[in-house]
């Protein structure tokens, strides 16, 4: 018997990997500019930005 497989795309994948996906990807600084919200502009962190989107 075979497992369940999710169809959903983000299935396993949680808010802080996509956060430090974001910040590989652009920056803190770009993300800033792109998002204005203070957790990505003033002290930027991992911790401060999941505090805040959750």
């Not at 990997?17 to 792109?34: D, S």
Request: glycine share 8%; charged share 20%; with cysteine.
């Amino acid at each position: 018997m075979t497992g369940h497989i999710s169809k959903d795309p983000l299935h396993g994948v949680t808010l802080e990997m996509q956060v430090n996906a974001l910040v590989a990807k652009y920056g803190w600084t770009k993300l800033g500019q792109l998002i204005k919200i203070n957790c990505f502009r003033s002290d930027p962190s991992v911790k401060s930005s999941l505090k805040f989107l959750r």
